[in-house]
């Protein structure tokens, strides 16, 4: 007996086979069916419902309306939830079974969405500006947005510094010379870095220029001619000596001299003149401009700037500006004919012998100017101390000194010694609020609890 379903031959409806006929239903179906017009059905209980027009429906509002409605969709995705554990045994005891999961998008968007619009505000702004922040000073972004012209200028200057690669003439650098070098060419490093200036180390180990010459620290010359070449769009070189150590590196070169230079120098050598140089000349060939003692008194034609110590121009520190003046100065400097003449009379070598310019050469003390020893040399203690220390010359921490030069170290005082106490000083002087506080109460605390000095 095939079971399959088929038209029906009796009438009325239902199946040919016995037994699989359903008295219920005339049509032969167990499942309730519309009842449409011309059948003799009965409409099923959703129908009549619907004719009678959805009267006997509750009806429900979904209108937010009422404190819980509106806000326990929030409250309850900030609350944590449970993660079930469904082992058993020891199975329970194994770690991170049955922990509170809170998932921190949930939280967050908990927090913020019982925030009122002015705090979710202020929280923007003060996230937009410690983003700021970061990204301005704590990045290697500074170093690029500081060189532009129009935020900062770095690319203008170029400090030189003259390094000792291979050693000096009489003896190779010991243990103690290379950790100079290392501290001296950190400490630039960090600050060009932090302005955007360009930094060239040059190798001052002797050298042959020419066959039948040494001219050791005469380089200085000829590296500076180069530098010029090398960096196109600067305008002042800032030579260094290698002993010599930032001690200010939050001031720049802009803040500190040439954002008011026709202020912080001064071209008439009388103001301080420890080589007794006549000032002006009074040749009775030379024009009114040469004869001034502060030349045209114009601060864009200035494009020496030296400092003096105990016993005349040191060139430890000073700035060259870029162009045709300074072009005529470096070659008449390194005049081989004047060095062969008189190299024998100059102990300082380089510095003698732009001393001699200086006083023989009207033109270039026109565009030269003088600075502040401290402002840009300043000595330790133990140098030009035949005198006992002297205020413009010897390095003062009240004053916050930009620059110190261990010039001379080399002869009887420990440049290292000098060194250290000189960068330990600075790191001392310029230490962020926060390690003042680690350090200045942190430390304290620690050492009253324990008796132990320590460093964090």
């Known amino acids: 007996m095939s079971l399959s379903r088929s038209p029906s031959p009796v009438p009325g409806g239902g199946w040919a086979s016995p037994g699989l006929t359903n008295n219920l239903s005339p049509s032969g179906r167990s499942s309730p069916t519309k009842a449409y017009a011309g059948s003799n059905g009965t409409p099923v209980m959703w129908e009549r419902q619907k004719n009678m027009g959805g009267a006997a429906y ?30 058993h045994g020891a199975e329970r005891e194994k770690i991170g079974q049955g922990r509170w999961n809170m998932p921190r998008l949930g939280r967050i968007r908990g927090i913020t969405g019982r925030m009122s619009r002015r705090t ?32 900062g200028g770095g690319q ?41 200036y360009d930094l060239e180390i040059v190798d001052m180990s ?16 000829d590296f500076i001619r180069s530098t010029l070449r090398k960096y196109p769009k600067a305008e002042w070189v800032w030579w260094l000596d290698l002993n010599t150590f930032i001690m ?19 071209r008439d050598i009388n103001e301080y003149n420890p080589l007794n140089i006549s000032h002006p000349p009074a040749d009775p060939y030379l024009d009114e401009l040469s004869k001034s003692p502060i030349g045209d008194g114009n601060p864009n034609s200035i494009h020496l700037m030296l400092s003096q110590d105990c016993s005349g121009f040191n060139l430890g520190s000073f700035f060259m500006r870029r162009g045709t003046w300074t072009d005529h100065l470096l070659d008449v400097w390194w005049d081989p ?37 401290r402002m840009i040399n300043s000595f330790p203690t133990g140098a030009c101390s035949e005198k006992g220390t002297d205020p413009r010359i010897h390095y003062d921490q009240k004053d916050r000194d930009f620059l110190v030069n261990m010039a001379g170290c080399e002869w009887g005082r420990d440049c290292w010694g000098e060194m250290y106490n000189f960068r330990e000083l600075s790191y001392h002087l310029n230490r962020s609020l926060w ?16 008796g132990k000095k320590v460093k964090f």
Not at 58 to 84: E, W
Not at 129 to 141: D, K, M, R
Not at 177 to 194: C, F, H, L, Q, T
């Open 337 to 373: 004919v004047a060095y062969e003449q008189k190299h024998m009379e100059w102990e300082h070598k380089e510095q003698d012998a732009l001393e001699q310019l200086y006083t023989a050469q009207p033109w270039i003390r026109k565009s030269t100017a003088f600075l502040p020893q």
């Open 435 to 450: 390690e003042r506080f680690k350090e200045d109460l942190l430390c304290w605390i620690w050492f009253k609890l324990t």
């Open 120 to 151: 979710k505000m202020l929280l923007a702004f003060a996230l937009l500006f410690l983003l700021g922040y970061i990204i301005f000073y704590s990045t290697p972004l500074v170093y690029y947005y500081r060189r532009t012209s129009w935020l």
């Open 248 to 266: 200010e590196p939050s001031k720049s070169l802009q803040d500190h001299i040439f954002d008011h230079i026709e202020d912080v120098t001064y």
């Open 156 to 196: 203008k200057f170029v400090i030189i510094l003259a390094a000792n690669v291979g050693g000096g003439v009489m003896e190779w650098k010991g243990a103690r010379e290379w950790a100079i070098e290392r501290d001296s060419i950190r400490n630039k490093k960090k600050y060009v870095a932090k302005w955007g």
């Open 58 to 87: 509750q009806s429900f509002s979904t209108q937010n309306q009422g404190f819980f409605s509106r806000h326990m969709r929030r409250i309850s995705s900030s609350l944590p939830r449970f993660k079930a554990d469904n082992t």
């Open 206 to 221: 002797t050298k042959k220029r020419y066959a039948h010459e040494w001219r050791e620290s005469w380089e200085k010359v």
